[in-house]
């Protein structure tokens, strides 16, 4: 589904990603773990085209994707929600899913937005109200909806638990699940091992800009050197 090969990524003399390859198969989940400044969120954002590489390429279906706009990877079946959870503040919940809606073809925007909606009911009682007046856990749920309504085929999600309470992540681990078996690929970016691997089916762990462990989920875990590449010895942790 796609495929990542040798890619580097520099921020003036800084080199943020240093070779990295790695497969993301279809219809599963991919977790890429590692501590701060690993290269994770670098990572995403090249691969969505926000980053341009200095050198390396990125497949998608088999075609070579690695410069594209940023528009046309939507288009191509690309969603990328970065950290952060930014929604447009000013407008209503139902005004930043219309601009999600925007690049819907050939089918029903209304449905497709009720269909979000259903999806997150909480958004769905305050479709009204201003997206200042979400709290964190609504804000991610309305950035992941909005991402959906592109109907990617993958869905690169960045820190989706990162500062929610544990009620709220469990609640963001269902919809993650939910979107996987509905088909979406997902590529997930996560600090939290735990929740990482608990939702993927294949791991790949990064430091300092490079692939240090890939495999499945269980042999990420289960690695001898899982504890010292990410917290330097350390067992591993939920943060």
Same mark, same amino acid.
């Given at each position: 589904?796609?495929?990542?090969?040798?890619?580097?990524?520099?921020?003036?003399?800084?080199?943020?990603?240093?070779?990295?390859?790695?497969?993301?198969?279809?219809?599963?989940?991919?977790?890429?773990?590692?501590?701060?400044?690993?290269?994770?969120?670098?990572?995403?954002?090249?691969?969505?085209?926000?980053?341009?590489?200095?050198?390396?390429?990125?497949?998608?279906?088999?075609?070579?994707?690695?410069?594209?706009?940023?528009?046309?990877?939507?288009?191509?079946?690309?969603?990328?929600?970065?950290?952060?959870?930014?929604?447009?503040?000013?407008?209503?919940?139902?005004?930043?899913?219309?601009?999600?809606?925007?690049?819907?073809?050939?089918?029903?925007?209304?449905?497709?937005?009720?269909?979000?909606?259903?999806?997150?009911?909480?958004?769905?009682?305050?479709?009204?109200?201003?997206?200042?007046?979400?709290?964190?856990?609504?804000?991610?749920?309305?950035?992941?909806?909005?991402?959906?309504?592109?109907?990617?085929? $993958?869905?690169?999600?960045?820190?989706?638990? *990162? +500062? %929610? /309470?544990?009620?709220? =992540?469990?609640?963001?681990?269902?919809? @993650?699940?939910?979107?996987?078996?509905?088909?979406?690929?997902?590529?997930? $970016?996560?600090?939290?091992?735990?929740?990482? *691997? +608990? %939702? /993927?089916?294949?791991? =790949?762990?990064?430091?300092?800009?490079? @692939?240090?462990l890939t495999g499945t989920a269980a042999e990420v875990k289960d690695h001898p050197e899982m504890?010292?590449?990410?917290?330097? +010895?350390? /067992?591993?942790?939920?943060?």
């Amino acid at each position: 589904m796609l495929e990542v090969r040798d890619l580097v990524a520099t921020y003036g003399p800084v080199t943020a990603l240093d070779g990295v390859s790695l497969t993301v198969p279809a219809g599963q989940i991919t977790a890429v773990l590692g501590a701060n400044g690993a290269g994770k969120t670098t990572l995403l954002r090249t691969v969505s085209g926000l980053v341009r590489p200095k050198a390396g390429s990125v497949h998608l279906e088999g075609q070579d994707i690695t410069r594209v706009a940023v528009e046309q990877m939507v288009r191509r079946g690309m969603a990328h929600v970065p950290e952060g959870r930014g929604v447009i503040a000013e407008l209503t919940i139902e005004e930043n899913l219309r601009l999600g809606a925007l690049v819907v073809k050939g089918g029903d925007q209304e449905a497709e937005i009720e269909g979000i909606y259903k999806t997150f009911p909480p958004l769905d009682e305050r479709r009204k109200r201003s997206a200042h007046t979400l709290s964190g856990g609504e804000r991610q749920m309305l950035v992941v909806g909005r991402a959906l309504l592109s109907r990617p085929k $993958v869905l690169l999600l960045d820190e989706p638990s *990162l +500062g %929610l /309470a544990p009620r709220i =992540v469990a609640q963001i681990k269902d919809i @993650v699940v939910q979107i996987n078996e509905r088909g979406t690929t997902v590529l997930l $970016v996560e600090q939290n091992v735990r929740l990482g *691997l +608990g %939702l /993927a089916t294949h791991g =790949v762990v990064m430091e300092g800009g490079k @692939v240090r462990l890939t495999g499945t989920a269980a042999e990420v875990k289960d690695h001898p050197e899982m504890a010292s590449l990410y917290l330097g +010895g350390s /067992a591993p942790a939920t943060k």
